[in-house]
């Protein structure tokens, strides 16, 4: 049990003599990139999750409203059992200790990456999802998240600089094509690390609360060319190729692979910039050092991507010299 963090101990109080429940056990199940933190109690020999998300710096509304969102939306999200804004605590359904990143191996890969695909079919098809009520991901956000590539990953981390003209116009390329995308529900952070594979073989879906409404191609990017793990570029393509399939039955696309394929490199890499800032701001500013040996394959699926159009060539010397920086 842990007994000497004032914030456990207001955890324990609120569930024993507010929910009136018989903690048998706490102990520390994860922590994540924001202030948030998860403990795995015992309450009569069954195991749950109760999340302590400070009020002065998370705010819980966000995970309820859109848990219950994707709940009705049958996707499946652990079940929120009780919560208390004012602590900024939340119990919840256990899914378990077996991350998908954990679980992957050559021989499983396809059909846990099949059935992570799958299950991302109703944030692009179910009607309550694509009419909530979120945030859009608008231009003014996807601007804001590839700042912190700028100023956290070039200026901070590295002591340099971008030329302001050609890093507008890659800006400018990427708001493009995200923003001509298809609208649809994003969980904005749909990867390994994420999911979580269940005794049947079912995946459970966390950490949702910064969904929004925005491109079709941003969630199975960030499965794919997932920051925590790689996959050969013919592995990927053949998986997308499957997905896009899938949402042609839908009749959520109407273009051609070649203008999905596009969408796709072009999304990933608006979110690998932000990515590559956000892993130099856990470091510089949270003293979170562990994410930066996650930005080199980070830069790699820039590099790549850079690599396979011509208008970002330019911007590909850049980052050829940056990589080369970050490795010094």
């Known amino acids: 049990m842990i007994s000497n963090d004032l914030r456990v101990i207001t955890l324990l109080d609120w569930l024993e003599n507010d929910c009136l429940l018989n903690v048998e056990k706490c102990e520390s199940a ?14 009569d020999n069954e195991n749950f ?7 002065d710096k998370e705010d819980i509304l966000p995970f309820i409203k859109i848990g219950n969102l994707l709940k009705q939306a049958n996707v499946n999200t652990p079940t929120l059992l009780q919560h208390n804004l004012e602590e900024g605590f939340i119990l919840l359904e256990d899914f378990g200790s077996q991350w998908l990143l954990d ?43 590839m700042a912190l590539f700028e100023e956290w990953f070039v200026e901070q981390l590295l002591d ?37 594979v269940l005794p049947n073989g079912e995946l459970g879906v966390l950490d949702f609360q910064d969904a929004v409404l925005g491109a079709l191609t941003y969630d199975s990017v960030s499965l794919l060319r997932d920051c925590y793990i790689d996959w050969s570029k013919e592995q990927i393509e053949m998986w997308l190729r499957d997905y896009f399939q899938q949402l042609q039955t839908a009749k959520v696309v109407d273009c051609n692979f070649t203008q999905f394929k596009r969408w796709f490199d072009l999304m990933g890499m608006q979110r690998h910039l932000k990515v590559c800032g956000i892993f130099s701001r856990l470091h510089l500013r949270d003293e979170k050092s562990e994410y930066l040996k996650s930005i080199p394959r980070t830069l790699n699926y820039l590099l790549d991507v850079c690599g396979l159009y011509s208008e970002l060539h330019e911007f590909q010397e850049i980052l050829v010299r940056l990589k080369a920086k970050n490795n010094g």
Do not use: G
């Open 49 to 55: 999750i109760a999340m302590d998300a400070p009020p």
């Open 30 to 43: 994860s922590n994540d990139a924001s202030f948030r933190r998860y403990f795995r109690v015992t309450i």
């Open 103 to 145: 679980e992957l191996k050559d021989d499983n890969a396809t059909a846990l990456y099949q059935r992570a695909l799958n299950d991302l079919l109703p944030f692009a098809t179910n009607e309550n999802l694509l009419h909530a009520d979120l945030p859009f991901c608008d231009e003014n956000l996807l601007r804001r998240e």
């Open 160 to 196: 340099d600089e971008l030329p302001p003209e050609l890093w507008e116009n890659v800006q400018e390329i990427l708001i493009k094509s995200a923003l001509e995308q298809p609208t649809v529900c994003v969980h904005r952070d749909y990867h390994s690390r994420n999911l979580m």
